[in-house]
């Protein structure tokens, strides 16, 4: 496979995560919206999820004030906003276009359906759009192109290399949020296992869509260690650290086995040991490390498998 | 008023190869061509089938008009056309030989040497380089006009890189799938083995180091291209890599593409990129669509690339005017096939008679593509001639002129009903070990009442070609 048709599937696969990644923040905002809470409160955990997706800067040079219109703004339409929901969309279904071949044409599909209807809904008049109807609107193609993938792609490299994008993703996105949590959500110490602490653990939990498999997994209250538990080291929970990195591994392993000898592997062997590491801690020896710093760390890693799969594969061994 | 020759009547009979498709549109219902009509478009959509015209504002996805009316030949039309169109593929390419050889036909008087050697598509790095098996044009795109029942005119020969054959491809395949009916009434012979034909042919001109099967790329400008969609159909079809320039490197003797699995060698490229892209290290220095150092390995027989390097020089316009000449010099052969009277404005008697009759005439530019630069002498206002004239004036060795064809029309589909409307064909003929074309080819036809442009940039749309079997 061309490196290039490689490097557009990993992206593509990486975009359609993180499409997801931003229509979740506006569900979140609009949860936080329905909820009583001080005007004050309400701008500052926005300001924090915008933190988390990296773009807080960027919104506050272009839009200034924090308003349920200027954020459906920049994180449902704005293209000057990298990780928006229509410019992930857009590089998305771009990447599908240039490797059109790689994809069943039930993928292409729903990928340019998907387009389609977005440019569709950009020319309505934006009084007519309400928040949930975007975030249905990007979960379900989401949820379509990848069915159309696990139902159609030929269990193959460029199979392998979609999956990537999609697992490398959906780790550091968890990772991110995990991590403004501590970071920027809770500044004072002495909210700790107060009543705004829940709170704020569920928002977390919301954005993850994680809020009612939490209790089925755990059954009652929400506690900083048990979600902090569910999102890293429980392998049922689909958006844990542990669940996106193991099957990172698996899809490493997968092109490792396919493609033999000739080709290096720094990628797997990176990604092994960062999932042998992760298997060797409890919840505790993660709150002993920090963690801000084991969250940092972990990003770290992630980046480190990024890069090795980009020298591996993504190059072409000029 | 011109008279222009139906392609379905005969005074008011119906021509016997349209017969059966006279009785499908005068028992089919309004309503359902209207449906149908949606549906292909829907099709083309989904498909992703678009004219991409990108930085001219609008849709950046523009579909071209699809006309479900096909254009009907008999199998006797065709097999005339067909020897005349492989006739004149093979003088182009003996052309292409001599002129980066010894240049007989030069020495024989018979093309001026200015007309070549000066020609801006004449490549002065590929002298005495003789691609494998001679092949210089593998894809050769006719314009054909029909002007009588017997009268067909070639309007430019495009040796470099015709577009439009996955028009014909898709056209079949969408009216095969809304219509299956016509298509077990009629006898229709199949187009849909383009795609091994032509990857056999680019097969067949493997470079001499090639010692397995060959390795064969389309090398695509991108994604922005206007005919990206193509590239990456034939790709798909043929089973090979769509690459871009920097896909490739060069190393050594040979080019490679970077893989996931390292760098893999490249025999034969298809490229979709003009010549003065292809090398910045020979070419244009500001190019990234290339690949450095390519026409070393191209030189050395490395690696073949399809059309080679230096094919442009045959089908210029003012080269146009001496394809007779040629088919007469190296096939010792009368032309099939008519050229237009074609004045060219640089020899004084030419120009003084265009100079005259402007309103009369099409005026084209020599290097011109896609309708535009030209201007239609009957179809425009008499400010618009004026300030043709004044570019003429500026430089004629740029222009050339012809008389206004009567084009031919076919019934359409327009919004009143059905009506005729000017057409032309394209045909592909492949040019390997062997001379082959697919019967059928692109028929475009001009939407607009009255419009003898058929470009697709200029408004114009596309119909499915039948040749039918005896």
Redesign the interface.
Known sequence: ??????SNLFWMGRNLERAETAARLLDVGQRITLLPNTELGYQNEWNSLLQASGSSDLFREKYGDITQENIEEFIFFDRANPSSVASCLEKAR?SG??V??ALT?QV??AL??SY?ELRKIERLPRSKLDTASLTDFTTGHTSTVRGAINATQLRN?GWH?MNLGYGLERADATARLLDVKYFVLLPRIEFVGSGLDTYQWQVILRALSAHRAYHWAYGGDITAGQVADFLILNGESPRALITSLYETVWHLEG?ARR?GD??PISARDKAREVLTALQARDIEMIFDEGLHEFLSWFIRELAEISNLVHQD?????? | MMSYYNEMFEGDRVRDPYARLRDWVETMPDDFRQMKQAEAEALFRRIGITFAVYGEGGDPDRLIPFDMMPRVFEQAEWRRLERGIKQRARALNAFLRDVYGRGEIIRAGRIPARLVYQNEAYEKSVVGVVPPRGIYSHIIGIDLVRTAKDEFYVLEDNCRTPSGVSYMLENREIMMRMFPQLFRNNRIEPVDQYPDLLRRTLESVAPAKCSDRPTCVILTPGHYNSAYYEHSFLANLMGVELVEGQDLFVDGEFVYMRTTTGPKRVDVIYRRIDDPYLDPLCFRPDSMLGIPGLMDVYRSGGVSICSAPGAGVADDKAIYTFVPEMIRFYLGEEPILNNVQTWTLWKDDDYRYVMEHLPELVVKEVHGSGGYGMLVGPKSTKEEIETFRLKIQANPSNYIAQPTLALSTCPTFVDEGIAPRHVDLRPYCLCGDRIELVPGGLTRVALRDGSLVVNSSQGGGVKDTWVLSE
């Open positions: 496979m061309l490196s290039r048709t490689a771009e276009r240039i059109r071949t044409s292409w599909d340019n359906v389609q490299d290399f092109l493609y000739g080709v594969y993504l190059l072409g061994g000029a």
